[in-house]
């Protein structure tokens, strides 16, 4: 069936580090892929999406690009801050699932300054 | 104010009781799901509502009851709470269907049963 994986955390860097979090999934289709972020004692938010192939998805400095060869959307940001520091999660949206978006188990990220 | 909210944001119960947690979004969003959160598993989708009076389960239906009878609010309840409850629960919103992806999420109601 279909399901992502994401890499585990914790991820823990130095301020100004490149951060990348691996996600791949396997689907039948090419579902709309999203990636949420956690901050401490708060709901989710949507950080970024891409809907198709080859589409990159880019907020607060955050970077990922729907990769249909590899079947992944990695995260990545060039130079982190301490405010980056949050839970991270991977959301495709299978069509199997009638769409609906299916997280993967999050990665916590440490900033340190 | 705007948005989603979720209350209360803290609830302690035993086992065996009946618990009901709150959903109000101000945006009069058509969709409504309700999440669960716990460590090494993500977010789960227990229920989802496309509108008032139209209810549907997710992945983890099983003990849970939703309603929506006005588009704002969708409570979720637990008839009889049991130990393996113990989570963080979201409660979402999206006026996307289920196609467009962003859903907007209350801050959280932290459920302990003892």
């Known amino acids: 069936g279909d399901s992502v994986t994401q890499m585990e955390g914790p991820v823990t860097l130095s301020e100004e580090a490149f951060l990348t979090i691996n996600c791949t999934y396997t689907?039948?289709?090419?579902?709309?892929l999203f990636w949420y972020v956690q901050y401490p004692g708060e709901g989710l938010q949507l950080l970024l999406k891409?809907?198709?192939?080859?589409d990159k998805g880019s907020n607060k400095g955050f970077e990922a690009t729907y990769r249909k060869e590899t079947t992944s959307f990695h995260l990545e940001k060039g130079s982190v801050q301490v405010s980056d520091s949050a839970v991270y999660f991977c959301?495709?949206?299978?069509?199997?699932?009638?769409?609906?978006?299916?997280f993967g188990g999050g990665t916590r990220v440490l900033v340190k300054p | 104010d705007a948005g989603i909210t979720q209350s209360p944001r803290y609830k302690i119960t035993e086992t065996g009781r009946q618990v009901t947690l709150m959903c109000h979004q101000t945006?009069?969003?058509?969709?409504m799901f309700w999440y669960r959160q716990d460590l090494g598993h993500g977010l789960r989708l227990i229920y989802y509502?496309?509108?008032?009076?139209?209810?549907d389960k997710g992945e983890v239906p099983d003990g849970y009851v939703v309603s929506r009878s006005k588009t704002e609010n969708f409570p979720l309840t637990l008839e009889s709470a049991t130990r393996s409850q113990t989570s963080v629960y979201f409660c979402?919103?999206?006026?996307?269907?289920?196609?467009?992806?962003?859903?907007?999420f209350g801050p959280g109601t932290r459920l302990t049963v003892l």
């Open positions: 979402a919103s999206s006026d996307y269907g289920l196609a467009g992806g962003e859903q907007f």
């Open positions: 945006w009069s969003h058509s969709y």
């Open positions: 959301a495709p949206a299978f069509k199997a699932a009638g769409n609906k978006l299916t």
């Open positions: 509502s496309a509108a008032a009076d139209i209810t």
């Open positions: 689907a039948t289709g090419y579902p709309s």
């Open positions: 891409a809907t198709k192939a080859d």
